[in-house]
């Protein structure tokens, strides 16, 4: 199957600093990729959705100047967490998903994910 | 908008025996795809099965079975031989057929998942 990879896998960072997160589709290229905050023991929350060369579209609630989202190429989008508080804490999930014509562009793949502590 | 329900919180099944979770959805859509996802405790989604609408047949992958009921607007999850390794939260996801970038048609719109537990 294709893989997502997500880096960093966890990350500690000061209340007020910045964290990028990177997720890289590895045998694939993504038009769409999409980004997931998911608290212990729920579903996965969409954030945003990005494509390729465009802005991305952020999900009702979710402070676009806060998690900016670059998807810059085909095969790369990430996530930066600005200004980052305590209640930024989260496990952050990609997902990537081929365009027509790759086979398995019906199918959202995922990384491994992302724990963020902001202390 | 469409919606998936899974109204199993946890479960539980022996080691080697079968075990079935639930999922319905709503849409007014005729073609869309179905997935079943599964995060164990390394907290990574790994896909164990998909279904497209327009098949009648039931998607299989070894001991993993599906059976979609479009009419009744249900998809469960069988788990034959259950392995310890199967413990994990599963998550019934749908997705609309519909092509175009951004908005809702491009969603994945997950359940609220269940909790497998596999008991040796």
């Known amino acids: 199957g294709a893989v997502v990879s997500q880096h960093p896998s966890w990350v500690i960072c000061k209340s007020g600093t910045s964290v990028k997160i990177e997720c890289r589709s590895l045998?694939?290229?993504?038009?769409?990729m999409f980004w997931y905050r998911q608290f212990p023991k729920q579903s996965l929350m969409l954030m945003a959705t990005s494509n390729e060369g465009s802005k991305a579209t952020y999900e009702q609630g979710v402070e676009k100047d806060k998690f900016l989202i670059n998807h810059a190429s085909l095969t790369l989008s990430t996530l930066t967490v600005t200004s980052a508080h305590p209640e930024d804490s989260s496990f952050y999930i990609c997902?990537?998903?081929?365009?027509?014509?790759?086979?398995?562009?019906?199918?959202?793949?995922f990384g491994p994910g992302t724990r963020l502590l902001v202390l | 908008a469409q919606t998936v329900t899974q109204s199993q919180p946890e479960m539980s099944v022996q080691e080697a025996e079968t075990v079935t979770l639930s999922c319905t959805y709503d849409?007014?859509?005729?073609?869309?795809?179905l997935f079943w996802y599964k995060q164990p405790p390394s907290r990574q989604m790994i896909l164990v099965i998909r279904?497209?609408?327009?098949?009648?047949q039931n998607a299989t992958e070894n001991r993993f079975s599906v059976n979609f009921q479009k009419a009744a607007k249900s998809f469960s999850l069988k788990i034959s031989d259950s392995q310890l390794g199967d413990a994990a939260m599963y998550f019934c996801a749908y997705r609309s057929a519909r092509l175009g970038y951004g908005g809702a048609t491009n969603k994945l719109i997950f359940g609220t998942g269940t909790l497998l537990a596999v008991q040796p």
């Open positions: 279904q497209e609408a327009y098949k009648q």
């Open positions: 997902s990537a998903r081929a365009p027509p014509g790759q086979g398995i562009q019906e199918t959202q793949y």
């Open positions: 849409t007014s859509e005729s073609d869309y795809y």
């Open positions: 045998d694939f290229q993504a038009t769409t």
